[in-house]
T-cell receptor
Framework: DAGVIQSPRHEVTEMGQEVTLRCKPI?????LFWYRQTMMRGLELLIY????????DSGMPEDRFSAKMPNASFSTLKIQPSEPRDSAVYFC???????????????FGAGSRLTVL | KQEVTQIPAALSVPEGENLVLNCSFT??????LQWFRQDPGKGLTSLLL?????REQTSGRLNASLDKSSGRSTLYIAASQPGDSATYLC???????????FGTGTRLKVLA
């Protein structure tokens, strides 16, 4: 398996523009997570899905952020409009199942580095 | 709200030393716990997973343990090498939730 695939790897945009980040989880994994990493706040969970359904979006900072998972092999995180404080590395991760049962290993993608000018 | 603290925040040691990195959770009801490694500008690589029925895991020179009564975990690195230099993060799933919450990380530098 190619692992968790994210695109783009780098995005530079101007304030006010729409940003769409994409993620392809590992085939067969039922859970998908979006994290944001900054120097100040570390790694924060934004939202996670189980079987394509959003389970917990309490970490989404504002209504400007939205996430979708239209099928088991694709998810998007959208920021509209973007602001300079959104600059961060956004990680997508997937795991075989939600919860603490079994070998529920979380596997990360390489991340999308977003810079909003 | 679950909070995870890692101590020390940064560590610099000469090659060959044995190391202990610490991780503690405000809510001790931890289900699964994972330790990750992150190299600068890279993603996170899973090192060890301690499942709900386990108390420790070993992989090569790494050993991780979890004390569920106190909500504390330690990562032991034996005979450290310069290639071990990275940031190490712990993450746990608390009973009743389904999300991994991450610690603040320990930046490790092993000097040749």
């Amino acid at each position: 398996d190619a692992g968790v695939i994210q695109s783009p790897r780098h995005e530079v945009t101007e304030m006010g523009q729409e940003v769409t980040l994409r993620c392809k989880p590992i085939s067969g994994h039922n859970s998908l997570f979006w994290y944001r990493q900054t120097m100040m706040r570390g790694l924060e969970l934004l939202i996670y899905f189980n079987n394509n359904v959003p389970i917990d979006d309490s970490g989404m900072p504002e209504d400007r952020f939205s996430a979708k998972m239209p099928n088991a092999s694709f998810s998007t995180l959208k920021i509209q409009p973007s602001e300079p404080r959104d600059s961060a590395v956004y990680f997508c991760a997937s795991s075989p199942a939600v919860g603490g049962s079994g070998a529920n290993v979380l596997t990360f993608g390489a991340g999308s580095r977003l810079t909003v000018l | 709200k679950q909070e995870v603290t890692q101590i020390p925040a940064a560590l610099s040691v000469p090659e060959g030393e044995n190391l202990v990195l610490n991780c503690s959770f405000t809510d001790s009801a931890i289900y699964n716990l994972q330790w990750f490694r992150q190299d600068p500008g890279k993603g996170l690589t899973s090192l060890l997973l301690i499942q709900s029925s386990q108390r420790e895991q070993t992989s090569g020179r790494l050993n991780a343990s979890l004390d569920k009564s106190s909500g504390r975990s330690t990562l032991y690195i034996a005979a450290s090498q310069p290639g071990d230099s990275a940031t190490y993060l712990c993450a746990g799933i608390t009973s009743g939730t389904y999300k991994y919450i991450f610690g603040t990380g320990t930046r490790l530098k092993v000097l040749a």
